[in-house]
């Protein structure tokens, strides 16, 4: 017969998943070789997609909250495009 478990709080569970989470994107990192400032970026926005908090995903790509906060912004600004004034918003405007 199994012995009945302790029930899990759940901070306890949180913490558990966000090392797994970290183990995860490590190890992915070191596979891919891939560990640009652009590819921590894309993995931020990744987490942060799955509401996970800036020292949360700090601490799973093993930087800091503000740096984190950082490299969403950068990742974010990039995806939009450059910003167009001028001749170049009008024209856009009127095709």
Do not use: C, W, Y
């Amino acid at each position: 017969m199994s012995q009945p478990t302790e029930p899990i709080e759940s901070g306890d569970v949180s913490a558990r998943l966000d090392a797994l989470i970290a183990l995860n994107v490590r190890l992915l990192h070191h596979l891919s070789g891939k560990e640009s400032k652009k590819e921590i970026g894309n993995d931020a926005v990744f987490l942060r997609g799955f509401g996970l908090k800036n020292p949360a995903i700090a601490a799973i790509l093993g930087s800091t909250p503000a740096s984190v906060a950082e490299l969403i912004s950068r990742n974010q600004r990039s995806k939009k495009g450059p910003k167009q004034n001028g001749k170049a918003k009008r024209a856009a405007k009127n095709k």
